[in-house]
């Protein structure tokens, strides 16, 4: 503990000078609050009334510098006495000396020593203080989730004497984030944070649960600010773009920052006070049955995986049995890269020819003859919409089953 009243004596012996610790009453530490607070950063706080004081040589140097302004200390002209707070947010206690007893100098070395004592003196909660406790709750929530999860208690209710609880509202947007580069750094917890906080423009909850993974937890506010301006014909597929626009932004800024192999899963707003593993889950759920079927993309979103949700949850030995009875030769279409590409841009866009042959930056006879070559090879034309449902679904059973 560090002890301020032997900090005291420490400075007078350095000094040469008279020191004081005083607790101020309360009319004392209200004028003094109300000082600090209207005072500007570097204000002209020693003052003019200081101007005529001193006769001695110490004195005289003090007063070739009372015209300057002096940051920290403030003077009670009726007292005759400056005062230093030991804590400018809680000024009820201060270090005190006669009016003309410390230079500018020896009050901006008084204040610089307070100010480093700040990280370790008890009593006072300083900036990285709370950063330290705000990550050991981060900490202590992503505990008590891996223990829910692998207990497959998914519907498990916060503790209420888990303080982290009062950061969470009925109202948040969460999201799993995935590191997965092998030799690359992998952010630390207070880089990580500060990056998202300067992203989302506000205050998040960034919870790590294994290795390299991370849920971060956002106030639909957050995200409502950022979309706002692109918002004005707001529908769910529409929320949906702008969650997609949102993850891409996110993705770029934390790829560039720390370059390396990162995946990004989302949901819409959930409950964070209620089934908090359950959101986990589905976060993670989401994040394995897009990168199942989303071989390429780094943005999972729930919302754009219905079909490949229901497939997904079909039995192995069904979806096995399927591609035996039902498809069998068909497979063998997505062994060649061409004809994937083809399939997946014709079903992305909806079987619009024109489009996908734009998108695939070819000419529209081209596209015709590689369906026409499908069409041959398997009796199935993906411009008829049952056999482009027949087509869609091997695969996808085709890419779940090749992933096992």
Sequence with gaps: MVEMEHIVQKLEQTLGTSLGLKTLNAQEAAWLTKLIATSPPFGDRMGHEERAQGTSSREENRTSHQSRRVHGAYVHKDLGEIWIPVNQQDPSRVIVANQSALTESEIGLITLLLSSLQDTTPGVVSKSAGKVEEERRAQQLGGWLKE??????????????????????????????????????????????RLLRSYFGGDIILVPLLDKEWIILANQELLDGITTDDKDDASVEGDQDLLSLFCMGLYELISTEWVGDFHISAIPAVNALHALPQTVSMLRETMTIGRTFQVKEHIHLSTGLHLERLVYSIPEYQRNQFLREYAAGHTDLFEDSETLSTLESFFELDCNVSETAKHLYIHRNTLLYRLDKIKQETGLDVRSFSDAVLVKITLLLYKVTKRK
Excluded at 159 to 168: A, G, H, K, N, V
Excluded at 174 to 192: C, G
């Design 148 to 193: 829910r999860l692998q207990a497959g208690e998914l519907l498990a209710e916060l503790p209420e004497e888990m303080w982290i609880r009062t950061s969470l509202t009925e109202d948040m947007v969460p999201f799993l984030l995935i590191h997965e580069s092998e030799h690359a750094p992998t952010p630390s917890y207070k880089a990580l944070h």
